[in-house]
């Protein structure tokens, strides 16, 4: 009975940080007020600061989205250190890395609607690459919690190689 316990309490403790992070998320960098103090300043046209505020912006965006991805990485390890402890099912280790899923594609959907200069371009879409990738091994990893099937998890770690790269990539542009 005190192991059941137990390892209720530790499938609770880890949908609950799950959870802390779904709603934290990344914050909605577009929706942000951006004041530039260019007073009097007439050799800086409306255009270059629209750029410079629309390139913050996106800079803002980008580094929300590579902390997410890093926190997410990180719930996933623990999240299959637990599985393979035997300290969460099979169940709850899917639920959780459900969780993870969601958020990574809320992440993905936010960056991918966004619109970058030329500055960006390719810093954009290695970060997409990125969270494409980790969606996807996310999606199997959970797939393998719920079914056990190794198929699963080949896939998945194809996908978190896959993601580590373009991850690794988009801090090199």
Request: hydrophobic residues 35%; proline residues 1%; contains cysteine.
């Amino acid at each position: 009975m005190k192991g059941c316990a137990k390892q209720m309490q530790g499938s609770i403790g880890i949908i609950l940080s799950v959870l802390i992070f779904v709603f934290s998320g990344i914050s909605d960098a577009s929706n942000q007020d951006i004041k530039v103090g260019m007073q009097n300043d007439s050799s800086v046209t409306s255009q270059e600061i629209k750029a410079f505020s629309n390139d913050s912006i996106f800079e803002d965006l980008l580094m929300q989205a590579r902390g997410q991805f890093g926190e997410d990485l990180n719930q996933s390890s623990y999240i299959l250190d637990e599985f393979v402890r035997k300290n969460i099912s099979g169940r709850d280790a899917m639920i959780a890395t459900s969780s993870l899923f969601v958020m990574t594609s809320h992440t993905m959907e936010k960056v991918e609607n966004s619109a970058p200069s030329e500055k960006y371009l390719i810093y954009r879409n290695n970060t997409l690459q990125g969270l494409k990738a980790l969606r996807e091994y996310l999606w199997n990893m959970a797939k393998f919690y719920e079914t056990n099937k190794i198929s699963y998890a080949i896939q998945a770690r194809d996908n978190f190689n896959k993601s580590l790269y373009y991850y690794g990539k988009k801090n090199n542009t």
